[in-house]
């Protein structure tokens, strides 16, 4: 009953708010709309701008690709179109004294130089059904992050940082929320790999997406539970439909680490009676050696990666299916002056100013290290019916094996010392009903599905999480309504989870278990607002949840590399979300961004408590955690800015700010993010002899010292003196300088593209408050990359 | 509808197909620790007639470690021969440590720290194996003076250091670090 009132209740205020929605039409001033559509493959491009030069005024086309531009005088227009990655497009129109002009649809034609725009974007996509704050990284800014972990390019999206283990290991952070509290989607498959662990970063490879949408803030109603920080979704280029055999080239140096990287892609269509058949297979591999600070080498910085995937798609009439497989494979060393055995240990690296074991540069990898594999298949249908609504079916596994390995010790046993497979097999069923268009214009839109979850997890070595089985299922509906300037969504969704976890009495060796299930609905409600044609109003409150998982709930045992000890609690609640978000967008013709304020509410959020009372091992004392819940909350704001001076240079400004409270004792949450600036100026050349596409760019990106920290305190054990809260204070603010140079040439008949960065160039020596290493050594030093990208084939335009 | 129907006799086999039942997790395999130390025994032979032999046993240090009943009683102002056992009562059959970390001498090292200082004075008697400026003190072999009466500790700590050993105690980081009670009287 609960949930069918709590459904009505969405009905109720949709209904309700659309009433609201009617608006006199101005009388003797005309009407314009249009769509804006890909000229290939018919997808709207939702965020495409369209442009009158006599009137200066502009519109953005919606989810759906459709535009309105009103009040327009009779007379002769001219329109500019425009999107990122697409060749624009002048079309002259007349308007005559009719109220209403509908014009033919708007094809864009793909821009494969796709080196023009600063590039992220903030836009809304229907494929991701979802009136939330997203933000996107494609064409140039993620061409200009390729050779990074993903991780690492995320940073670039406002209100996104990373947890960092030393240079090799970058963890997403979104709005102050990570590990299991965010979903990343690999090629819409839930990314299952041991992600609770804070040295453990998403296993996927890099070049294999073309777009990555991060969606910021509470997402659990189509994405499932967990999704209580965000959701990052990383999706490849869409499979070729014309015949021919084509492809691309990407390789990538670097000066810091000597890291190389190679990655290339080949695809293909087949013709005749195979027509709607296409393939594609793509692998990349990288290594990387020591990196350096600006005063020294880090021991065993190493890192090796290779990756593969296949994908195999068939379109026939109303059907297309597709088959995936990937797999990822890396090997990263671990900074051995990072390595301590003890409290004592931990101690004597943080009065040290530099490690003590300063080596020259080698490609060296040797233990510590983690090896770690993640091989996915991926099966997938789609059936369109006849009326435009789709179902579409996925089944998924994937399989994760961790292999940590610590020094050789005394026993010389080559074992790892830890040990962990996790098989993930999902299932999911979502149907999309067709869009439904009323006589007002106004358009339903909406999907609803299901979402499975079965999970095995193995464990060997040291006990670090039980091993477990777990079974998930959810039901969704989410609905969306659009007219005029309006545009509603509500959304609901069921969950249900169950765990067991299983283990070993030591003394008489007997197996147990234990069983916990829980189960959650959740609903979310949007609304936007198209103030003008170029200025509108998101708004979007959600609840999500998450089950407390096996680390929150069983772990039991010395964290070595946290110099911890970390004690699960069996009894811990689910943690529930309350997300609230406003967003407001302008794009004027010189000024356009964004800025948005969120704040997230999380009831029984789980966290490590500092013990009162140390734990003593063979290695000394320790202090011990145990996990807890508490009330928290996180509130910031994101803001991003680009300001034109003139057509060729432009300012942007991202800027992200956060305030994370423990509401419960009054206190701050350690390990948030701290406020930041990022500014650039970039100058376009445009055509310069042979070379297209030309830019250049500075940029400075101020972190502050994060003076928002819970108080250190310390105590006398055993002799030893041992500090709770944390082990060293925040490390200064710091500010970095980059550069970056781009341009496109043709190289035998095909376009080349260039990307020169500059990162830290004035070589500061600095140290980051979310760099979990950052108690033994300095952030890497002046690096410089390059990044080059060839396209070939039949089928490249 | 019909499409629903279509869509999950799709999905069926191929659910079945990934979905095979896997039952891994239910066999649990035992904690294992390739530098578990489970047992410390300190043993301090007088130098003198009639021969006086103290030792003190640490049990269980991965677990719950009790210091409580491993207090030194040595006499003042006497030499002992010290040695140190380390075993891992968590393998079989139980690991030597000690042996262990003979055998890898040139990467570990024994430091013996009196409190107050004055109390005690330790000095290894054993040394690696590593090339000059070594060789270094390895520390499984010590002898040890006793100052006047009094209470303090001895605590024992073993470095692993490999590749960077220099004869301090500074590099590396500790397999152990375990603190004996000391009563001279």
Known sequence: MQ????????????????????????????????????????????????????????????????????????????????????????QPIVVGPDSLLTLPPTLLMPDNQLLQEVIVTEHRSEAQQLLQVQSSLSGVALAATRGQSLGESLKNITGLYSIQTGPTISKPVIHGLY???????????????????????????????????????????????????????????A????????????????????????????????????????????????????????????????????????????????????????????????????????????????????????????????RPYQAIRHNLLKLRAAYRTGRGSTITATVAQQQNSRREYDLLSFSRLTNPELYLKLVTSTADLVWEHRSVKNAAGSIWSGSAGFNGITQGNVRQFLFLIPNFRNYGGGVFAIERYASDRWTLEGGLRLDYRWLRAYFLDETTNQPYNTTRHWQNTNGSLGAAYQLRPDLSLTANISTAWRAPNVADLYSNGLHQSAVAYERGNPNLQPEQAYNGNLVLAYAGKRLSGEIGLYNNRIDNYIYLKPDSVPIVRQRGAFPAYSYTQVLATFRGMDASLTYKLTNRLSMTSNNSLLYARNQTDDDFLVFVPPNRSDNRLRYELGQTGKLSNLYVQVSGLYVSRQNRVPPVTQQQENGQLIFQGDFAPPPPAYFLLGAELGFTAPVAGHTLSVILTGTNLANVAYRDYLNRFRYYADEPGRNLSLKLRLPFGTNQQ | MNTMKKSLLLLLPAALLLGRCNKDEQNVAPTGDNEAITTATLTLTSQTTPVQTVTATVENLNASADFSKATLLLRPNTTYTGTITLLDKTKTPTLDVSAAVKKEANEHLFVYTPAPASLLTVISTDVDTNPAPGPFPLGLATQIRTAAAGTGTLRVVLRHQPDVKNGTPTPGSSDLDITFPVVVQ
């Open chain 1, 239 to 366: 499979m070729p439909t014309k015949p021919g055999i084509g492809g691309d080239v990407n390789v990538v140096g670097a000066t810091n680490g000597g890291m190389g990287v190679v990655s290339g892609m080949i695809e293909g269509g087949f013709s005749r009676k195979l027509t709607g058949l296409s393939w594609r297979v793509q692998g990349t591999l990288k290594r990387s050696g020591y990196v350096k600070t600006p005063n020294y080498y880090l021991d065993n910085t190493s890192y090796h990666e290779n990756n593969f995937s296949g994908d195999l798609h068939y379109d026939h009439k109303q059907w297309n299916a597709e088959v995936f497989y990937s797999q990822f494979d890396a090997r990263i060393g671990l900074f051995t002056g990072a390595q301590v055995g003890s409290l004592a240990d931990l101690y004597a690296a943080i009065s040290r100013p530099e490690p003590i074991l300063k080596p020259g540069f080698s490609y060296n990898l040797d």
């Open chain 1, 3 to 90: 949930k069918k009132t709590c459904l009505g209740r969405i009905v109720l205020i949709v209904s309700l708010l659309a009433n609201l929605t009617g608006y006199a039409q101005m009388p003797c001033r005309a009407t314009l709309t249009g769509q804006i559509l890909d000229q290939t493959t018919r997808e709207p491009l939702t965020g495409a701008t369209v442009f009158v030069r006599e009137t200066k005024t502009g519109a953005v086309a919606d989810t759906a690709g459709y535009f309105r531009l009103e009040r327009i005088c009779p007379g002769s227009y001219t329109l500019d179109y425009q999107f990122v990655g697409y060749k624009s497009l002048t």
């Open chain 1, 179 to 237: 590990s299991n509290r965010i979903i990343t989607l690999n090629n819409g498959i839930r990314q299952e790999d041991q992600q609770w662990g804070t040295e453990h970063a998403p296993e996927i490879d890099q070049f294999l997406a073309s777009l990555i949408t991060v969606i910021k803030g509470a997402a659990s109603i189509r994405y499932g539970s967990d999704a209580i920080g965000g959701v990052i979704l990383v999706e490849p280029k």
